[in-house]
């Protein structure tokens, strides 16, 4: 064992003979729920800088000042015609591969103004996810086969954002507006457009899950969420203890979505109805503004997050993640764990200046 795998274990057993309640988080008997709910309630108190992504066979873990992505390389004999068969479970080695990141938002004072710096931070946040699925996409390659270009991640990338725009945001408003006579007022249109929307999105979810190559990418996203609660809770990095969290987390960007989608029928309210040239032009203009705001939502959740009301408004999104999370095996945690301990041996994330952290709570 190295220093400072050695320290961390050593600082962590000091903790837990200070802190008795950590032993909650780990309870050895009791049925899987009341596991995951007694572990997690624990790691909700004690929130931490760190967050990550699910990719193909593998988990990015990023710090403050650093991200990492291991993957689960497959063995040669799973290759046909060139890639691994959907769904095929790796057995090979787990690659990783660390980077260094500085956010903008710690060089650039302007930038950390509430609401703009939400719409920065999910920018930096797309960029490394989007890097993060390249790498993870070019490791289920054949050595014969060509690596998926930068230009052709671009393309990607641009076409799913520009998916979610049409399908959570123009479409919503594109359907209403098709009985906005029916209406009649403004009132009635805003709640229709924002049920409809909310609608679109759940149901999407629902579509997503049910696809069953996305199986085990749901399960890396469960690990990745217990290897972050098991650090949150000071406890050693094992798949032992990580399995015993909750697969749940507050910060997870399926509950930040949710929040997208109730922000921004108060965001359009006050425009009342308008020409459908307009309507579909002030949605596209106001994705920042509702992004924005909604990162500084999430942020105050997470400040107060042992408030009775703020729990009860946080419940819908975590139970969302229920849908596209699911409960990981060993291998799997150990994949999220080396990710983890990456950017763990580079930094510790507990000790970033404010300064740094204003772009970190979006990011699980």
């Given amino acids: 064992m190295d220093a400072p795998s050695r320290t961390r274990r050593a600082d962590a057993e000091r903790e837990r003979t200070r802190r008795p309640d950590l032993e909650r988080t780990a309870p050895p008997s009791g049925d899987d729920h009341s596991r995951s709910r007694r572990a997690s309630e ?22 403050v000042r650093h991200w990492a992505v291991a993957i689960r390389t497959p063995l040669p004999e799973q290759f046909v015609d060139g890639a691994v068969p959907a769904g095929e479970a790796s057995r090979g080695d787990i690659a990783v591969e660390v980077f260094p990141f ?75 507006s098709l009985i906005k006579d029916q209406l009649g007022s403004g009132w009635l249109f ?37 290897t972050i609660a098991c650090y949150e809770a000071d406890l050693p990095l094992t798949p032992e203890n990580a399995e015993r969290f909750s697969r749940l987390h507050p910060r997870c960007g399926t509950s930040f979505m949710l929040i997208v989608m109730i922000v921004a029928i108060f965001v359009f309210a ?25 990162f500084e939502a999430i942020k105050f959740a997470g400040k107060h997050r042992r408030n009775g009301l703020v729990s009860f408004l946080m419940w819908p999104g975590l139970q969302l993640q229920r849908l596209t999370t699911k409960e990981p095996d060993h291998a799997q945690l150990a994949v999220a764990i080396a990710a983890m301990q990456a950017v763990l041996d580079r930094e510790d994330p507990r000790t970033a200046t404010r300064r740094e952290l204003v772009g970190i709570e979006v990011a699980a």
Avoid: C
């Avoid at 624990?42 to 710090?63: L, T």
């Avoid at 999407?204 to 996203?221: G, M, N, P, S």
């Fill in 42 to 63: 624990y790691a909700v108190q004690r929130d931490a800088p760190v967050g990550g992504q699910a990719v193909i066979e593998g988990v990015m873990m990023r710090g």
């Fill in 102 to 176: 500085r956010s903008v938002l710690a060089r650039k004072k302007l930038l950390r103004t509430p609401v703009l710096r939400g719409m920065v931070a999910l920018v930096e946040s797309l960029k490394i996810g989007f890097r993060a699925l390249q790498l993870a996409a070019n490791a289920q390659q054949d050595e014969d086969e060509p690596e998926i270009g930068r230009g052709q991640w671009i393309i990607a990338a641009l076409g799913g954002i520009g998916l979610a725009v049409g399908l959570f945001f123009l479409a919503p408003v594109g359907l209403t």
């Fill in 190 to 226: 805003w709640m229709v457009e924002g049920v409809l929307r909310t609608a679109i999105f759940l149901g999407y979810l629902v579509l997503v899950t049910r696809l069953a190559d996305l199986r085990r990418v749901f399960e890396y996203h469960g690990a990745e969420h217990k």
């Fill in 270 to 294: 006050p425009l009342g109805l308008l020409e459908w040239y307009w309507m579909m032009s002030s949605r596209i203009i106001g994705i920042p503004l509702v992004i924005g705001l909604s």
